[in-house]
């Protein structure tokens, strides 16, 4: 077997919360891939031109049925996997941007055919939750933010 060629992929996503008497809520999916359910952060790939932060908006909208706005970008989580492109294997360098996104409206649901489920789930209860050690961290650091701000 020959070596796979590389190639990059950009995608961005956000941690959708909001605070109602004293709690702080954020907004996870629960997914299958490849016969494997998770829970994890929305996100998406960044299409051609389109800036990260309006992806992560757009992103999390598709994936939730929630509208958010923007409080600034969390971090950026980078990692390497395997997946079949046009029939062949190779090997993808992922970048994902993930944003802190402040709930505006829209009544909590999973996108057709992508989510099987969209919840709003307390923050100390989500981040153990999460099925990638990266959106964990995401996870920490969008909590301390929110505290600092006091969102």
Known sequence: MGKAQTLTQISSGGIAFRSQSGRTEIALIHTTMSGKDRW?????????????EEAALREVREETNLSTISRGLIDTAEYWYYAI???????????????????????????????????????????????????????????????????
Request: net charge negative.
């Open 40 to 52: 994890q952060l929305p996100k998406g790939i960044v299409e051609t031109d389109e800036p990260a």
């Open 85 to 151: 492109h046009e029939g062949e294997r190779v090997r993808y360098h992922k970048f994902v941007h993930f944003y802190l996104l402040q709930y505006q409206s829209g009544e909590i649901q999973g996108q057709v055919g992508e989510v099987n489920e969209a919840r709003w789930v307390e923050i100390t209860e989500a981040i153990p939750m999460l099925a990638f050690e990266s959106e964990r961290k995401i996870a920490q650091k969008a909590q301390q933010l929110i505290l600092k701000q006091g969102a």
